[in-house]
């Protein structure tokens, strides 16, 4: 009987309800307290598994004008030194349980460390200020800057800078 109620409920949604949720179901319907053992049981004898769906990114794209156009084409040398640089963030995380993030900028000619800064929130400031330092210790320069395009290099102070 248990086991003709699990196939109806289970072809009912379309078979969503894993053995948890239909333990819950079942139980405030048949007014019973069945274990949850005994629906996994149940279900693995009729074959009856649980359709895993998958959730929506909660991610916002960002719109084409924040986006710069992918100069680099994917040619990952370059033919001397300070002609690209790539950037990016890093997370660290301690033991015990805090984060540190560290904001870097390699020359691609060799991959030598051209900038780099640690700090403890991730956002625009640290970018900031690893560009500024690199520009600092090579005044005068102007290479091509890569990136992989996260939302701090898609800001408007970025782009301006």
């Known amino acids: 009987m248990l086991a003709k109620e699990v196939r109806r409920r289970y072809d009912k949604r379309n078979g969503i309800l ?6 819950t179901q079942l139980n405030r319907k048949l007014n019973k307290q069945y274990n ?14 649980a359709v895993i769906r998958k959730k929506p990114p909660r991610y916002v794209k960002t719109t084409a ?5 992918n100069k680099k084409n994917c040619h990952c040398n370059a033919p001397a ?3 690209k640089w790539s950037t990016d963030v890093i997370e660290l995380r301690y033991e015990t349980g805090r984060k540190a993030y560290l ?3 390699i020359d691609v000619y060799d991959n030598s460390i051209v900038s780099w800064i640690l700090s403890h ?4 400031k640290l970018l900031i200020d690893t560009l500024k330092k690199a520009h600092a210790h090579n005044p005068g320069l102007s290479p091509m ?7 701090q290099y898609t800001s408007h102070e970025y782009a301006r800078l």
């Not at 929130?121 to 625009?124: K, L």
């Open 65 to 69: 004008i924040h986006v710069a156009k």
């Open 36 to 49: 949850k053992k005994r629906y996994f049981r149940i279900m693995r004898a009729l074959r009856l598994q």
């Open 103 to 105: 904001g870097a900028i």
């Open 145 to 151: 800057l890569q990136s992989d395009r996260g939302f």
């Open 81 to 83: 030194p300070n002609v």
């Open 121 to 124: 929130s991730n956002n625009n």
């Open 18 to 23: 894993g053995y948890r949720q239909m333990r």
